[in-house]
């Protein structure tokens, strides 16, 4: 009889085991899609449409693209999200940043989605921002190209005159007036690597579209024949 009793209270507390340890997984994000938030399934099927994942550990943004990563003011948690993968079977970096507005009366701030690509070969650094962008004013005044439509629409920031005259004489300031995905856009010639910035977080931008944009202006670009130094 107590060999019975015994075994009951056995089966019990392993019932009992199992039923908590069920419960747990019904609650358990990543096992039940019920308790997946709204941001991690679009996170997901972002991941999945275009390859690329989510990382928690610093990629290095501020050293990659220094002039944009200094409108960071050294505050790395201003660095929101980052994903990492290939594109066209060129490395990439997308990476949604807080940025500071120019606004001189009070401090206030913007997502911006910036992706990142290698550049095909180093070189000065040039900025062309849309006009309509305050963000870009953060950095030293900007200088116009003599292109009425393209400056009408632009800002043209530089640190070497003549490499930034040759690099949009090549033909990219009107490949850039006519291409529909360069609307809004910023384009960052940075020493190393090109980057495209534009309002909005990583879920609402297109990130694709926009590492398209880079590859494409890349692959334009006649590197060999600018300006050195």
Same mark, same amino acid.
């Given at each position: 009889?107590?060999?019975?009793?015994?075994? *009951? =209270? @056995?089966?019990g507390?392993?019932?009992? #085991?199992?039923? !908590?340890?069920? +419960?747990? $997984?019904?609650?358990?994000?990543?096992?039940?899609?019920?308790?997946?938030?709204?941001?991690?399934?679009?996170?997901?099927?972002?991941?999945?449409?275009?390859?690329?994942?989510?990382?928690?550990?610093?990629?290095?943004?501020?050293?990659?693209?220094?002039?944009?990563?200094?409108?960071?003011?050294?505050?790395?948690?201003?660095?929101?999200?980052?994903?990492?993968?290939?594109?066209?079977?060129?490395?990439?970096?997308?990476?949604?940043?807080?940025?500071?507005?120019?606004n001189?009366?009070?401090?206030?701030?913007?997502?911006?989605? *910036? =992706? @990142?690509?290698?550049?095909?070969?180093? #070189?000065?650094? !040039?900025?062309? +921002?849309? $006009?309509?962008?305050?963000?870009?004013?953060?950095?030293e005044?900007?200088?116009?190209?003599?292109?009425?439509?393209?400056?009408?629409?632009?800002?043209?920031?530089?640190?070497?005159?003549?490499?930034?005259?040759?690099?949009?004489?090549?033909?990219?300031?009107?490949?850039?007036?006519?291409?529909?995905?360069?609307?809004?856009?910023?384009?960052?010639?940075?020493?190393?690597?090109?980057?495209?910035?534009?309002?909005?977080?990583?879920?609402?931008?297109?990130?694709?579209?926009?590492?398209?944009?880079l590859l494409?202006?890349?692959?334009? =670009?006649?590197?060999?024949?600018?300006?050195? #130094?």
């Open positions: 009889m107590s060999a019975l009793l015994l075994l *009951v =209270v @056995v089966l507390i392993l019932g009992v #085991g199992v039923a !908590v340890g069920l +419960s747990r $997984r019904k609650r358990n994000p990543l096992t039940n899609p019920a308790f997946v938030t709204e941001w991690e399934q679009r996170m997901r099927a972002l991941e999945a449409s275009l390859g690329w994942q989510f990382v928690g550990p610093d990629q290095g943004f501020q050293e990659r693209v220094p002039q944009i990563g200094r409108m960071l003011e050294a505050d790395r948690s201003r660095v929101k999200f980052q994903l990492v993968g290939q594109w066209r079977g060129v490395p990439v970096l997308a990476v949604e940043v807080l940025l500071r507005t120019d001189v009366v009070t401090v206030e701030y913007r997502t911006y989605s *910036v =992706v @990142v690509v290698p550049r095909p070969m180093p #070189g000065p650094w !040039v900025l062309v +921002s849309p $006009r309509t962008d305050s963000v870009w004013g953060l950095f005044q900007f200088v116009t190209t003599g292109d009425p439509v393209f400056d009408g629409r632009y800002e043209v920031r530089r640190k070497n005159p003549a490499f930034a005259s040759a690099l949009l004489g090549s033909g990219l300031a009107q490949a850039l007036l006519h291409d529909p995905r360069a609307q809004g856009v910023a384009l960052d010639f940075d020493e190393h690597n090109l980057a495209a910035a534009v309002p909005g977080g990583l879920l609402q931008v297109p990130l694709g579209q926009l590492a398209d944009l494409d202006v890349a692959g334009r =670009v006649p590197w060999q024949a600018l300006p050195r #130094g």
